[in-house]
């Protein structure tokens, strides 16, 4: 017998209400044990008076709500029990719930799990809701809702119903040879594979946007020592996130801020100051670790100290690339002219990260960057590397397919092909492949 499990749905600590999910065929029994009462009518907010069913003792006042399967969260008959928030109440309510029989702590994840396994859910709208959850700024919550009402599913959906009906094409070309069949049926299946593989490229080739909307776009700041990068990460982040000191090489290893710009995530990073002779062991593993994360950032923010000027550091300036946002900082101190710097001639912001001058220009630069690279073009992006590399394979069968010297051979190829979009949102079986074999051909015969 399936189990029912029972956990908070809200977070835990102190709040003005707590939210107890249960789930399972005795989840009906559960609520009855803990009222003493009739169940309520399904979907009808409910107040009633919790009990140990042990001890009588009164556990809280609580507005309960009954779903019956099918038509709920999981599927399953689901009780929600949404009680006062205090620590002792949930405590007191989830204790007796473990005292009754057939029922059971849910485990991290499992009423998605069981949502996905009773037809509610595909796998990217599982994934949809744990983004949802995650979600910091605007831009995160907006493409995780969009996948969580099936806008990506719908979409590998339509690509393997579109592989469905072509492989049937070809079986039906391997399978009834003798058969009264139109000429060239496997040939037409050549034209939307085609079109279908330069789909998938084009949908591969958005520069990682939905995964890094996820995780936040990487926004490193490089710059020699004591040119002012502390004080800017802290001036950015509106708080003190990093030391600042006069003293050289005070920043030995990489801090990280999460900002959010312009509603989307940006993981900013101060690092330790370039230069070339470090003065011992940990300093000089500071810098390796800020030119790598310099090599793996999506944008840099070099910063040069006005005060230096002419000279500008060679060994920022050495980073420059279209990917970077040039910064003057200390404009404060003197009153230096902007440089252009490279042979792109990128113009640097001129700022003052003390006083805060030239702030908003250099956030209102940052966030057009960003916007630059995660902004969509509407068509709903992939958010994990499992999508990427199932959507790989996928292209990559189908280039095989095109190629493939028999019928046979092309629809293997195929067959893989579905089989990889299938992965993506967990479908993976063959009732497609035949009922449209059975609709096409068969029908009349």
């Not at 230069?275 to 062991?281: G, M, N, S, Y």
Request: net charge negative; proline share 5%; with cysteine.
């Amino acid at each position: 017998m399936i189990p029912t499990i029972f956990a908070l749905a809200t977070a835990p600590g102190r709040a003005g209400v707590a939210v107890v999910r249960v789930s399972g065929p005795a989840s009906g029994d559960a609520l009855a044990a803990l009222t003493g009462k009739p169940l309520p009518e399904p979907r009808m907010a409910t107040l009633v008076r919790l009990r140990d069913p042990k001890t009588g003792e009164a556990l809280d006042d609580a507005l309960v709500l009954r779903f019956t399967a099918p038509r709920s969260f999981t599927g399953e008959n689901v009780v929600e029990l949404h009680l006062h928030g205090g620590r002792a109440v949930v405590a007191g309510v989830v204790e007796a719930l473990s005292a009754l029989p057939g029922l059971r702590v849910a485990e991290p994840g499992e009423f998605t799990r069981r949502a996905f396994e009773n037809g509610k859910l595909d796998l990217t709208e599982a994934e949809a809701v744990a983004d949802l959850v995650d979600a910091e700024t605007s831009a995160q919550r907006r493409q995780a809702l969009r996948q969580m009402e099936g806008a990506l599913g719908t979409l590998y959906d339509g690509w393997r119903e579109r592989l469905t009906r072509s492989l049937a094409h070809i079986e039906a070309d391997i399978d009834f040879p003798d058969e009264d069949l139109p000429s060239g049926v496997s040939d037409a299946a050549r034209p939307v594979l085609d079109a279908l593989a330069a789909e998938i490229d084009a949908h591969l080739d958005d520069r990682g946007r939905g995964e890094r909307l996820r995780e936040g776009l990487h926004i490193a700041i490089v710059g020699a020592p004591n040119a002012g990068k502390s004080s800017l990460l802290n001036a950015l982040a509106r708080r003190e996130a990093a030391i600042v000191s006069a003293r050289a090489g005070t920043t030995r290893d990489v801090i990280e801020v999460h900002l959010d710009l312009g509603g989307y995530p940006v993981v900013l990073a101060d690092t330790a100051g370039l230069r070339e002779a470090a003065a011992d062991e940990v300093e000089e593993e500071g810098i390796r670790r800020a030119l790598d994360r310099a090599a793996r950032a999506d944008v840099k923010v070099a910063v040069f100290d006005a005060t230096a000027l002419p000279t500008l550091d060679p060994a920022t300036v050495a980073l420059l690339d279209r990917d970077t946002v040039v910064v003057l900082n200390k404009t404060d101190v003197v009153d230096a002219a902007v440089p252009t710097v490279g042979g792109w001639e990128a113009v640097a912001v001129a700022v003052s990260a003390r006083t805060g001058a030239g702030l908003p220009e250099l956030e209102r630069r940052l966030t057009a960057f960003t916007a630059d690279r995660l902004a969509g073009s509407g068509a709903p992006a992939l958010t994990r590397a499992r999508h990427r590399s199932a959507l790989e394979e996928c292209r990559d069968a189908l280039r095989r397919a095109l190629t493939a010297p028999l019928p046979e051979l092309m629809a293997e190829d195929v067959r893989l092909a579905s089989r990889a979009l299938g992965h993506i949102t967990g479908r993976v079986d063959v009732e497609d492949l035949l009922d449209v074999i059975f609709r096409d051909f068969c029908i009349g015969k």
